[in-house]
């Protein structure tokens, strides 16, 4: 089970994401396009604030960002996946527990129990994994080989 940090303090979502559900790019300050592919709307961390994650592509790499409500207006982003790997697949569901298999680097084989909404990362002919959120950060989990 691996830790994320937060990494970007976002005040406002606009100049990064046009977030409107059937949007599929924005432009950078640098003027390049972000492609977006999907994502889905849920409250990680239950603090009754919808929460936003999107998957999206850049000139460089794929990346899995989490948009969590701080504020009115305000997120704290989390980036939870940046590489190559175009056969990404995202959904966000509510997960009780689930069993890590050995494709993830802890040793202790023990249920893992979410009881919450996780994002589960699909990876075509890959491993797959889930990240779910806890007092202290996303936390990932490898579901399958």
């Known amino acids: 089970m691996s830790k994320l940090r937060k990494t970007i303090y976002c005040c406002m979502v606009g100049p990064l994401f046009l977030y409107a559900g059937s949007v599929f790019s924005a432009v950078t300050n640098a003027g390049l396009t972000i492609k977006y592919i999907g994502g889905c709307e849920a409250d990680f961390n239950s603090d009754g604030k919808n929460d936003v994650v999107l998957l999206y592509e850049t000139s460089a790499y794929y ?23 175009i056969n990404l697949n995202i959904q966000c569901k ?16 023990q249920r ?34």
């Open 94 to 109: 509510y997960v009780t527990s689930v069993m890590p298999s050995v494709a993830g680097k802890d040793t202790k084989k």
């Open 63 to 85: 990346e899995i960002t989490v948009l969590l409500a701080h504020k009115e207006k305000e997120y704290l982003a989390f980036s939870l996946y940046k590489g190559d790997d």
């Open 112 to 145: 893992v129990v979410i009881n919450g909404i996780a994002i589960s990362v699909e990876q075509t002919e890959s491993s797959n994994s889930l990240y779910y959120w806890s007092e202290d950060g996303f936390n990932q989990v490898w579901i399958s080989d």
